[in-house]
């Protein structure tokens, strides 16, 4: 039996007065506003699709935890 595919996280996190988006491969960038950030995830996100393994993209919410950032998601 085949084992399913290890997905790939992404995380959006709010470090400081700016934002980091994180993988499993390390950090992909720091940016200044929350917006840059979801794009360049979703950019890496699209990029890392091309693997053939499931993507799964995490936003920190106020309180810390890490939430489902739903790809049709509007910036806020």
């Given at each position: 039996?085949?084992?399913?595919?290890?997905s790939i996280s992404i995380a959006i996190l709010r470090?400081?007065?700016?934002?980091?988006?994180?993988?499993?491969?390390?950090?992909?960038?720091?940016?200044?506003y929350r917006v840059d950030a979801e794009e360049a995830?979703?950019?890496?996100?699209?990029?890392?699709?091309?693997?053939?393994?499931?993507?799964?993209?995490?936003?920190?919410?106020?309180?810390?935890?890490?939430?489902?950032?739903?790809?049709?998601?509007?910036?806020?």
């Open positions: 039996m085949e084992q399913p595919p290890v470090i400081g007065d700016g934002w980091r988006v994180i993988s499993d491969g390390g950090s992909v960038g720091d940016f200044p995830a979703l950019r890496f996100a699209a990029a890392a699709e091309g693997s053939g393994r499931p993507v799964e993209i995490l936003l920190q919410q106020p309180g810390g935890e890490l939430r489902s950032f739903a790809r049709s998601n509007p910036a806020q």
